[in-house]
């Protein structure tokens, strides 16, 4: 017997959208929702799913086993799972005694074991385990790790060159060397041969293994080719039928001789739509036949290439040896993974739909799940959807796909975005269409209109996409914009006049340099941001003035510490240097994912001592903690130690880095550091012989200056966490019996080259301004998003080996490189067909990429406009170029404002540290010593400068014996303004700890004006370094007389 109604006043979250409560409140049968970016659809879900189980689809309410819900990441089911149990709890306590009370406290009490909320892995793991008796896996078998997948990867390599040299005939070793020779080195060969291995299915590696008899092959040969010209053509057909044309035009266009001679050139040459032509159509025509001429240029160009079909040839032979090897390397791994009960993610995905095929098991399958729930479906695959095919009501119908085919960016991690519409074909019918969810809960509607208009034509229609192309939809919203939210920044506004004309002197009229623009775009986003944190100290000052009022709301965020701004990259390259960017100005900020952990310098700095320890021979790893703070020795000195280390003819090749005989460096501090470096170095690798490594790490920590320094950086929290989460990743290896040198390096590499997986160490908040990729930013949301490489355009991956599908068949084709020294000469067709379908394919993702990015802002976009010339149309800049009228430009408040940030002396809070520490060992660049920039400090006025100071001390009530003399210091320049690659050095005149844990600091000079610059500068250098700084004071002789100034 059903269950009564839900009463009105229960809700089960936050207020629907009318679209929303038709997706809700489905009944049966199989529903499809396309759901626009920030619409709800994980609430939506949420609360459909909470419907199943409290109301039903009208047959009564759903048991929670019976509710499948699945996504494509751990955080996307975790927050699902985390919603429903939530709002069922809520309701719960609202709900009386009775039997709906009753129903909801056995939800709540086997919500953990019963909930069927997880990701697609879990859901292929789970089945292995229910079906242990089909599984191909034994019982207990565990997902294979980064460490063990490197392991994997290194064995079988050995056995692979193993049975080359012992099995192999003299004519399979020739072919092989032949392979060998078509790719830039050995292991490229080996690395395509294992990800064939890993990623393609055996039945395609099987097929493509097979070389058929020339004979055959030519006769199929030109079938495709014939195939491949007729498909552009009705390429052609459709876009011209699409078209209002007079009949005349319609003829023209479709006249295949006089488009080979070169008629229409107006449409079939890149370069037309000159004033006089377009002034013939109708605005709205444009588009279209800007269509039509990129398909005509298409089959123009196939039909007059001339093809050597035996360059093809040679490409299938080499198709056929690569996948043969790929085929022993495939079940080699396996075995590799049987014998230690271990199977990757795609081997337990395959083994779970090959037992789904088993009748006794599909039919306990599709008996076990009433209703099915996929989210973000468009970035399943055809091996996905082949699961849940086996899994789905086919008579009724119990299916809800939810997803977003303009959000479908993760081609590279194996999704298809011809699924999504080629599903809801089967579920739904060919001409009926999906729901839709268009409000807007994220943006306003200035964004919202602005995005539209963007879109619509960068989009193509319904009518007019391809399978690999995300329609157009359109947005709305209905939260208004209180005061103008699109804007633009150019960098050259946010550099001074020098600045741009040395530039310009030194271009000479040319265009500069992607690097250049990157690091002027980097430096202009830093002033801005720092004229913005500015603004939000203001707002704790009543009264004071914003220089940026339209950005109060996004100031006052910063103020606060909430999350205000993302900065939004396509590559984790450029997003590195807009980081170092912002660090010279002090911007606090965060980097959200990708390398900010794995390629973080604490990250780097453990897995080189991980290195050292394990081998003290590393030469790369031991340059790179040589020059790190624990090492600090500068350029010069690693070059001197190469150089000694090259003239060492006895030396063994298996000694150590740091066993050099009577080896100093020249310079008196990279000899003072070697030595340090040297001895701690030792002392660490001894003790890691009997020591886990993680105590190694511990000692490290309280043994070197680290804390010291990087208590003077922007990000020093952040660090100070990728320290304890790199600490704790380590102890859980070695709990887990795992904590060996080897292991632990090859776990660790491993995983750092899957780093746009993991995050940086949690922080207790995020931060107010995060940089993060695309990738990563898709689900996110800020009021205020950057979107700072909007230069950047696709690039084709021209691979020596493509892969792709032709007439629904899996192809393979090698490029077939040139010989050194000869002229460019034809690629095989096949390889160039797959080469023009790949960047096709890229450039629709690209395009999207673009949408998610723009999706991302509530109140506030901003693009930051490249200052050369982007050629390449597929260039964000380029996409939006019309619409960027619509924003406004973002400029210095003042004509002196970018002086004043150029010249300001702020720092980011930092920790207090209640007594100096020892002298840094310094990151060591290039540097420049305080008394170059400040002058010489008043040495025949010590003694006196001692006495004044003792004297201030005895006024403060504190004691004298801890007060120190010239200790060394170094920060980094950008602190001061000056290059950011440079290090300041230089020392503490006087430094004197108080009781409150506060410093006490006094500077000299031969005259007033040098005492003073030297005290501002080793103030700013104490607080870099983490210092409380109650008072600086600077001293001069004046005759026979002290004269005293108080700094701060």
Known sequence: MAASATPQSLQYGPQLSPQQLKVRAHGAGNQVVVAGAGTGKTETLT?????????????????????????????GAAEMRGRVYARLVEILRQTPRGERRTRLENLRSNFAENNRISTFDAFSFRLLSQFARHSPFPNGVEILDGGAR????????????????????????????????????????????????????????????????????????????????QKLWSEVEIEVARLDL????????????????????????????????????????????????????????????????????????????????????????????ASRGVASFSDVAAAALEMSQI???????????????????QDTNWRQWALLDV??????????????????IFRFRGGDITVFDAVRKILLGRDTFADELTVSRRSTQQLVGWTNTVFKGVLPTPEAREAFEAPFQALHSEKENECNGLWLLRPEKWHSPEENRALEEKLEGKTAPAATSRERAGRGLARFLRALCDDGEIHKKSGADLQFPDLAEISQKIGRGESAIGIVFTSHLAKSHFETQLRALDVPFVTVKGSGFWESEPVSWALHLLQLVLDGSERAAFVGLARSALGGLSDLALLEWHLALQSDEERNLSANCDQIEGFVPSREEDARAWSFFVARLQSWRQFGRVAPFSEVLERVLEESELAFYEAGLPDFAQREANWRKILDLVRAREAAGQGGLRALLDSFESLREDDDKEADAPL??????????????????????????????????????????????????????????????????????????????????????????????????????PEREIKNGAAWTNLCFDAQREMSEISPATSTVVESVLNSKKVAPLITQAAPALPLQRAAQSEIALREIAGERAEKFASKARAWLEKRLSQLGSEIEDLREDVPFSTPASLFGMNQSEWLVGAWEWIAPLESGEVLLLASGSDGEIAQKRAKLMTLAAKNAGFVVRETWALWPRGEQTEALRIG
């Open 359 to 377: 009748p006794e098991v599909a039919a306990r399958l599709r008996g076990s799940f009433s209703h099915i729930l996929i989210d973000e479906f």
């Open 764 to 865: 207790p908040s995020l931060g107010s301004i995060q940089l993060m990729t695309v990738f990563a930013a898709k689900g996110l949301g800020f009021p205020m998003t950057i979107l700072a490489q909007i230069d950047d355009a696709p690039m084709s991956r021209g691979s020596r080996l493509l892969r792709g599908k032709l007439d629904e068949k899996r192809q393979m084709a090698f490029g077939l490189e040139d010989e050194e020294g000869e002229e460019k000469q034809p690629k095989p067709w096949l390889w160039e067909t797959l080469r023009l379908a790949d960047a096709r394919e890229e450039e629709a993702q690209w395009r999207r990429l673009f949408y998610v990015a723009c999706t991302r802002a509530e109140s506030h976009l901003m693009l930051i406009c």
């Open 246 to 337: 007079a009949p005349a035009l319609r003829a023209e266009l479709l006249d295949k001789e006089r488009i080979l001679a070169g008629g229409r050139a107006g449409i079939v040459t890149a370069k037309d739509w000159s004033a006089d032509f377009t002034k013939r159509w109708s605005p709205e025509l444009i588009p279209g036949l800007s269509r039509v001429g990129k398909r005509l240029r298409a089959w123009r160009d196939e039909a007059k290439t001339e093809r050597d079909e035996s360059l093809d040839w040679q490409s299938r032979v080499a198709v056929s040896r690569v996948c043969t090897h790929a085929l022993w390397w495939q079940r080699a791994a396996r075995e590799w993974c």
């Open 47 to 75: 609360q459909r799913i909470l419907q199943l189980l409290l109301e039903g689809d009208g047959r009564g309410p759903v048991e929670l086993e019976q509710v499948l819900a699945l996504t494509f990441t751990d955080k």
């Open 391 to 408: 899994l789905r009501d086919k008579t009724t119908g119990n299916v809800l796909i939810v997803g977003d085919e303009k959000q479908a």
């Open 150 to 229: 490197r392991e994997l990867r290194r064995d079988t390599t050995r056995q692979f060159w193993n049975r080359a040299e012992l099995t192999f005939s003299e004519v399979q070793k020739t072919e092989l060397w032949e392979l060998l020779e078509l790719f830039p080195s050995r292991r490229a060969a080996l690395e395509t041969i294992a990800d064939l291995a890993e990623n393609e299915l055996e039945a395609d590696l099987d097929a493509l293994s097979i070389l058929p008899a020339r004979e055959e092959w030519s006769r199929e040969y030109a079938e495709l080719v014939a195939r491949g010209a």
